[in-house]
Structure formats: C-alpha cells, structure tokens
C-alpha cells in the first residue's frame, strides 16, 4: 500500500506490510504477526499530520476500521475506536447533544492521532476532554490517563508499536443547534485563513516561544509561494505546504529545511517540526 494514498498531501511510498484491523482481536493479531517477522508497527490514521518516506517504509503499516473505527455515547461520556475520524465523532456528540468536541471540527484526523500528538486549535486540545485511551501493544494492553500518555502542547509520550485502539471522551450537554452554530463559525474562519481546499498535512512547524508565530516569521522571511518541485509554501498560510501536483516528500523535506535555515537566520530561532515523519527521513541539516 503506498502511503501516498493514506496521506493527506499524497506523498510517500509503499509499506512494505499493510493490515487493517477492525476487532481487538483483529489489532492483537496483526501485532503478533509483526512481532513474528521483526517487524516495527506504525499505525496511520487519516495520514493528516503524516509524511512518509518517498522509499516506503519497513513496517507494518495500519490502519484501523470497522469496531476500531466506530463511535457510540453513553450520558457524557462518548466512546471511540481509535481510528474515528473527528467529523464523525463530532457528529455523533452532536446529535446526542453533546458539546466539547467543538474545536475538533477543523483538524482533519482520528481520535487516535489527535491522541498521539495532542491535537488542538481555538484554545482546547485533547488532554481537555479525554478521559482515557486504551493502549495496545504486543506486549499487552491498558486503558491509560492523559497524564500517563504525557500530554502537553502537541506531543505525548505514545510511541510507534503502541496502538491507541479506543479513547473516551468527557463531553458536557450542549443543545445541537448550539453546536452546529459554534462548529459553522470555526469552519468559516478557517476557509478564511488557511487553505483547506489544498492538499496539505496541516502545520507544518509548531509555534515556538516567541511574540510571532511560526506562520507569521515564515511569511516575513519572504517564503509564501516559495516552491521545490511539486511543493509549495501556501500563498494563503505560510505554516502550511501544498502539493501542487507531483510533490514527493523528498520536495516538501526540502522546503522545511530552507524554511528553517531563513527562520535561524532571521530570528535565531529553531523551529521544530509538527508533523510527523514516518521512515528513514529526517530534515535537511543546514
Ligand atoms: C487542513 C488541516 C488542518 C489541520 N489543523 C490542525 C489543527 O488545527 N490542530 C492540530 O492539532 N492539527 C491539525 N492538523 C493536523 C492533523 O489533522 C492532526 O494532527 C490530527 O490529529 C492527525 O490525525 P490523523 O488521524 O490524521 O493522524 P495521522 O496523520 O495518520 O498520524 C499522525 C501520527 O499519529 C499516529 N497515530 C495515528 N493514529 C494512531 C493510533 N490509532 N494509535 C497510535 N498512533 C496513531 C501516527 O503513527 C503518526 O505518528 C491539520 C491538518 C490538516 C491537513
């Protein structure tokens, strides 16, 4: 399977093993089997924060479905598989008259990768409403708190081979055309600011401790519209890169290496990357 296809910008090559798991039993399985042939395990879920190597990757790549993947409420509290995409989860608390999920609706993934990295936006993340999230390893599994997988500002301490299966959230009553308002007005502010409507892995660097943000120093270090291949600094949002047809991650590594170098430059600063690499790759050094 390449990762092209499981990526939001499109980009990367083949998995070298693809599953996917749609039952505990199912995950427990797949995790033997990779156990079985010396396999690392790296689990994908909508590839919205993802770039993969352009040589593919040695692992047994996941992706979870089915059980793992559905969503069901229970007073305040709504259950997920690790593999929910956000819109649907956002939906069902919706019409359960559920709020807190809100700030979700503009981040493009699954309940699983918002765990991994402590997804957020609008003031909230993750570490919010979670209550706990059900690890799975080869080695075993357990239900874990947001202090034990180590939340903080977009990063926990969750590792490769670990699999987040399930989580729950703490959610509080809401009416639904409260939500449905609140939901509307993110979306539209969005559109306004970033390009939703390109192929993109979302922020491409977090924001450093500083007066600007990332977006706002890479904008003044003249980088909008500043292409490598088939990769392109947005015009619209400097912290965002599109494929602008044909980009591999060989093009978009390349664009964070030169970004980076002029931020140093400009400000001293050294910014850290958002999103995830999977494979053999690394940032350029400079
Ligand atoms: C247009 C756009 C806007 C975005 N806006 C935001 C934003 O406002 N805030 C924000 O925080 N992010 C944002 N993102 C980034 C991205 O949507 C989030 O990081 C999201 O949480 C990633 O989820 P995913 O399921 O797509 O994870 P993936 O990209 O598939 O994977 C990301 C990491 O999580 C791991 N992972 C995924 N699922 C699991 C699992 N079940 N168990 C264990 N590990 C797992 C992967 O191995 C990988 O290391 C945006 C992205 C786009 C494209």
Known sequence: MPLARLTTIGTGGPACAFARPSTLAELEQALAWAVEHELAVATVGLGSNLLGADAGVDALVLRLGGELASVASNGETLRAG???????????ARAAGLGGLEFACAIPGTAGGGVWMNAG?????????????????????????????????????????????????RLTPRPPAEIKAEVADLIARRKATQPTNKRTFGSVFKNPEHELGAGRMLEACGLKGHRIGGA?????????????????TADALALMGEARRRVREQYGVELEHEVELLGPIALPNP
């Open 82 to 92: 690790g593999g929910a995409p956000n819109a649907v989860c956002l939906h069902h």
């Open 232 to 248: 392109v600094i947005s015009p619209m949002h400097a912290n965002f890169i599109e494929n602008a047809g044909g980009a591999t």
């Open 121 to 169: 936006a609008y003031g909230s993340d993750w570490s919010q409403i979670l209550i706990r999230a059900l690890v799975v390893t080869a080695a075993g599994s357990g239900w874990l708190t947001p202090g034990e997988l180590g939340l903080s500002y977009r990063h926990s301490s969750i590792e490769h081979g670990q699999v987040v299966a399930q989580v729950e959230y």
